[in-house]
């Protein structure tokens, strides 16, 4: 069974400046792990086929007005029969002229309720991409991810071959890094992945013979990013005589992380190769193959 991810409801409305209406006291942390949204205009009505409580629903112009024309009898009925099966969590994006029914039956039924001023389109796309980043599938690689004429190239390589060296190098021609040693990647979308460090290491870089490296202090803020699309895989290994190297360009190579096929292109080095120069060709023609 794949392993199910959580955020904090708390990271969210921070996130996402949520004023908070009501929010249960409980000591234990309310976690969302559906990245899915839900717009309860049936459940109003009182239809509940596919509702799903573990999803965050957010209410808008269109539910409210409807909600509006209701006599009071009907309104507490919807509201309580729609609350009363524990949502996750409401998110409002309009003004409601009865906010205090609504605030009591949020509490009686512990339903977190927050408040929005962005429009409910620009906080459905805010939600739903912050959802989609924090409950993505997740893997961690050993590997260097630098930013390269704006491709996100992941260096892979038996440890001392020369990835953080390379990556130094890259950093003095004005390309940026993401992530050296570990590289944590999460599948955002079915064919896209995107790379960043674990924060105890952000920005940092280990150099045998050196020690660890903050590149933002040395090299400037405009040196690093806290994340990257991965557009290209470069495996780096030691020359080997016996080994056949493509030559020609002609031979696709694709690696497989977390279910999406990444181009990879696989270079050899022997002492003497310039690997920036090389990475930076590789990176350039990536994107040109893509335009």
Request: net charge neutral.
């Amino acid at each position: 069974m794949p392993h199910q991810y959580t955020v904090p409801l708390k990271k969210l409305i921070k996130d996402l400046n949520l004023q908070i209406l009501y929010y249960p006291k409980t000591e234990e942390e309310i976690l969302v792990s559906h990245a899915e949204l839900m717009r309860p205009g049936l459940a109003f009505t009182g239809f509940f086929q596919g509702f799903v409580p573990a999803r965050i629903n957010m209410i808008g112009r269109t539910e409210l007005a409807y909600l509006e024309t209701l006599p009071p009898h009907l309104l507490r009925q919807s509201l309580e029969g729609f609350l009363s099966r524990s949502p996750k969590a409401v998110i409002i994006t309009q003004d409601f002229s009865f906010r205090p029914l609504f605030l009591e039956l949020a509490e009686k039924y512990c339903v977190p309720l927050m408040q929005s001023p962005e429009n409910t389109t620009h906080m459905a796309a805010q939600l739903n991409a912050k959802l989609s980043l924090e409950l993505a599938p997740r893997t961690t690689v050993h590997g260097v991810l630098m930013e390269i004429y704006g491709e996100g190239v992941l260096l892979t390589g038996d440890s001392g071959v020369g990835k953080s060296e390379t990556a130094l190098e890259l950093l003095k021609r004005g390309h940026r890094l993401i992530a050296d040693d570990a590289v944590e990647i999460r599948k955002v979308s079915t064919n896209s992945l995107v790379g960043t460090a674990p924060e105890l290491i952000r920005n940092y870089i280990e150099l045998r013979g050196i020690g660890i490296v903050n590149v933002a202090k040395l090299f400037g803020m405009g040196a690093v990013r806290t994340e990257n699309e991965i557009n290209l895989i470069v495996n780096i290994v030691p020359w080997n005589t016996q080994e056949v190297y493509d030559r020609l360009g002609l031979e696709e190579q694709y690696m497989e992380l977390l279910g999406v096929k990444v181009p990879m292109n696989t270079i050899p080095i022997t002492p003497g190769r310039n690997l920036a120069m090389i990475l930076e060709v590789a990176a350039m023609n990536n994107r040109q193959k893509k335009l």
